[in-house]
């Protein structure tokens, strides 16, 4: 899906673009994702998958994978390790919230995994990368989620993505 400039549909083409987005991932404690954005494997773990990003993930922090199959931690190069999950929203919520210790916890997706978290009232703060490129299939973002009260708190262009944050209000 790389384009002729070697960016993904939403990636910033600049590198001031990037860095702010670096910045961004650089002040997060800890991650959660489901499983399917860790990977497309699905049922009992492949063990040669590492994830989509290579030896040396963008996080370099602890990352909580949800999934419902055991798996070891997988400690990664920059300092990132995945940890999977296997009892709830909540247990990785508070795994998360204890190794970011002061720093904030980003539950990163995908759209199941962040409709659950909102679902469920655990999202005080959510950023949004809106893109002009559709896929035409998949989980929407929002789906089983009760009506939310939302207040714009940031807005930032770039490129090739819309970057928009909203605090939660209920």
Request: hydrophobic letters at 40%.
């Amino acid at each position: 899906m790389a384009g002729a400039t070697g960016c993904t549909p939403g990636c910033s083409k600049t590198p001031e673009q990037r860095q702010a987005e670096l910045d961004r991932l650089a002040a997060v404690g800890a991650f959660i994702m489901g499983r399917n954005m860790f990977g497309p494997v699905r049922g009992a773990w492949d063990r040669q998958w590492k994830g989509w990003w290579g030896d040396n993930p963008p996080y370099h922090a602890p990352v909580f994978v949800l999934t419902h199959h055991p798996r070891d931690p997988q400690p990664m190069d920059g300092g990132t390790t995945f940890y999977f999950v296997t009892d709830g929203i909540e247990s990785a919520l508070r795994q998360a919230r204890e190794a970011a210790g002061e720093r904030n916890v980003s539950i990163h997706g995908g759209a199941t995994t962040i409709n659950q978290y909102l679902a469920a009232g655990l999202i005080d703060e959510l950023r949004l990368h809106i893109v002009p490129f559709t896929l035409g299939a998949g989980t929407r973002l929002f789906d089983g989620v009760p009506s939310l009260n939302l207040e714009q708190v940031e807005s930032r262009a770039a490129d090739s993505v819309t970057h928009v944050t909203y605090r939660v209000l209920s």
